[in-house]
């Protein structure tokens, strides 16, 4: 029997950055929130001597149970998708206190102005022929200019360390908090190397902060040692800026905030247009209750929130076959084994210190961003970055060789030696558009542990994806034989590089985007449901399209929007925020 639990103000499911921004904003306005994580309850104190590479980042630890959820894949509609049982290609990111904000790497970029107006910009100075058939670009109903003072306001929150980038003047309206992190001779190496080119480097914006800093809501994060286990870890020095350390110290310090672990939301409950609630498991004890608030916010990972909205028969599924509809659509991510592979240099006689590092030690830079790129010229639309980042070399991961070294054997371990501290990598990450026939609906045969349908992922790469990406190995190759490397590996991209599950990225967006009209969008610039004003849903499952870097500064900017429109909400006495006459000039 289902029990029903006594109304709050607003319940949250998801405890991450999106999820936590919402959490503390609306509690310090004296508002009673309850929040709903699936995973386990942990504390920093959790952390202390968890630098086990094998348990946390190859078995995944800290990401959901595949035997207990996950995904089917497959490229097209007429095929049968398969689910991915591996942890190698797990993509289910966070399931536990702070989500996936906890074992991030913490790197900071804020997308390009043209990012969140891509089909008007590109329209403008080009026209509509050069969009290839079946892309789908959209406006997101806001601009940069507009979302600058919520980026601003994440960045003081997160205490980030960072300069700014030397191609975007006046785009900032204040310094980052905290100065960059320490320099290496691997980021001096690319610096050099790209200034001779004509480029212009800066350094990557890091949540693994430069100094201990305190941000105004009053919450410590302290200085980053270098120790190098960031990704797939949860900080046990304090000096990463993750939503425990942060925001939910903050929601929690109000009085008003409870977080209900092991508490996995299963719909969202509606009646007459309104949500009314969560429904959710309680999993050690297998009993089920509803939360019943004011506001419902569900704020989890991308795959969540679509299959969340998909489950509950909120707005009209995506018809690929057609193009009608919304939830499932504009299914885009960095994939790994196209968007984030890279070129590798060795180097015969130069030696690094690969050893120390942290998740966001770096060099960047946007010479060949949407902005600077003159598409005419070129067979793909937008753009990327390059860079190099110091991260920490661990063993198991971590054994690389040039091109043609056996991969097993005497000279595999020779070499393998030889150059654990002879190597520089240069990574692109382009922006990744939508296609038509990419998207996200119900899997017709698996199911999850409470028999309900798995999410099916369909995606297919395009010559668009493929093109892009060599032109930036070969931009990465330019860079790496102006810094003297001996020996370059380039991934191979051919015709066969297809979506499986090894494309399966925490950089990934879509399902429910945000836009200016309800007719191809879910949700408005608010991150509130067209057709259910009192359900907000915030995360990266909003983006119309994944920008060229990493994307968790868009979504904690999104989620102080977001709650900005949630307590507005709640003061005026409900409605859209947006009105749907006037979505044109949002």
Request: hydrophobic share 35%; charged share 25%.
């Amino acid at each position: 029997m289902v029990k029903t639990l006594d109304k709050v103000d607003a319940v949250i499911v998801g405890s991450g950055w999106a999820g936590g921004i919402a959490a503390a904003e609306l509690t310090k306005k004296g508002y009673k929130v309850v929040g709903l994580e699936r995973g386990k309850a942990q504390k920093r104190e959790d952390f202390v001597g968890a630098k086990d590479e094998l348990r946390y980042d190859v078995r995944k630890l800290m990401f959901q149970e595949l035997n207990k959820e996950t995904l089917t894949i497959r490229n097209t509609l007429d095929e049968t998708a398969t689910p991915n049982r591996s942890n190698d290609t797990n993509a289910i990111n966070g399931t536990a206190t702070g989500g996936s904000g906890v074992h991030w790497n913490g790197m900071v970029y804020r997308w390009l102005p043209t990012d969140f107006e891509m089909h008007t910009k590109t329209v403008e100075k080009y026209g509509e022929k050069i969009i290839p058939k079946d892309m789908q670009l959209q406006d997101w109903g806001i601009t940069y200019d507009e979302l600058e003072k919520y980026y601003d306001q994440f960045e003081k929150t997160a205490g980030i360390s960072g300069e700014p980038d030397p191609l975007r003047p006046g785009q900032r309206s204040d310094d980052y908090p905290t100065p960059p992190m320490k320099e290496t001779d691997i980021i001096r190496t690319f610096t050099k190397a790209a200034k001779e080119l004509g480029y212009h480097p800066y350094r990557i914006a890091s949540a693994n902060i430069s100094e201990t800093y305190t941000n105004p809501d009053g919450e410590t994060i302290n200085g980053c040692v270098y120790c190098a286990f960031c990704e797939a870890f949860g900080c046990d020095f304090g000096a990463k800026a993750d939503p425990i350390a942060t925001v939910l110290a903050t929601a929690h310090k109000s009085g008003n905030y409870e977080l209900r672990n092991n508490s996995y939301a299963v719909r969202i409950v509606h009646e007459n247009g309104k949500a009314v609630g969560i429904k959710y498991v309680d999993t050690e004890t297998g009993e089920e209750f509803i939360q019943p608030a004011d506001i419902v916010v569900v704020a989890g990972f991308t795959f969540t929130n679509t299959r969340l909205m998909l489950l509950s028969e909120i707005s009209k599924p995506y018809n690929p076959k057609d193009g009608t509809g919304v939830i499932g659509s504009h299914l885009t991510a960095h994939q790994r084994n196209l968007t984030h592979t890279r070129v590798r240099g060795f180097f015969d006689e130069k030696k690094f210190n690969r050893y120390a590092g942290t998740g966001a030690l770096g060099v960047t830079m946007d010479d060949f961003n949407v902005e600077q790129l003159d598409h005419t010229k070129l067979d793909f639309l937008h753009g990327f970055c390059l860079r190099t980042s110091q991260r920490g070399d661990r063993p198991i991961t971590n054994n690389h060789v040039p091109a043609g070294v056996p991969s097993w054997g005497k000279e595999f371990k020779d070499k393998s030696i030889f150059y654990a501290n002879r190597r520089i990598d240069v990574q692109q990450q382009n922006g990744a558009l939508a296609w038509r026939e990419n998207y996200m609906d119900l899997d017709p045969t698996y199911t999850d542990i409470f028999g309900d349908p798995l999410l099916r992922v369909t995606s297919k790469f395009h010559d668009q994806d493929r093109n892009i990406v060599r032109y930036a190995h070969q931009r990465g190759k330019e860079l790496l034989e102006q810094m003297g490397a001996d020996h370059i590996n380039i991934p191979e991209i051919t015709e066969e590089t297809e979506f499986d599950k090894t494309s399966l990225s925490d950089h990934t967006g879509g399902g429910v985007v945000m836009g200016d009209n309800p007719e191809t969008s879910a949700v408005n610039n608010y991150s509130q449901v067209w057709d259910m004003d009192n359900l907000f849903v915030v995360g990266a499952s909003s983006f119309p399209l994944m920008g060229s870097s990493n994307p968790t500064a868009t979504v904690g900017a999104l989620a102080y929007r977001a709650a900005e429109g949630m307590i507005t909400f709640l003061e005026s006495g409900g409605g859209q925020l947006v009105k749907k006459e006037e979505t044109a000039k949002a």
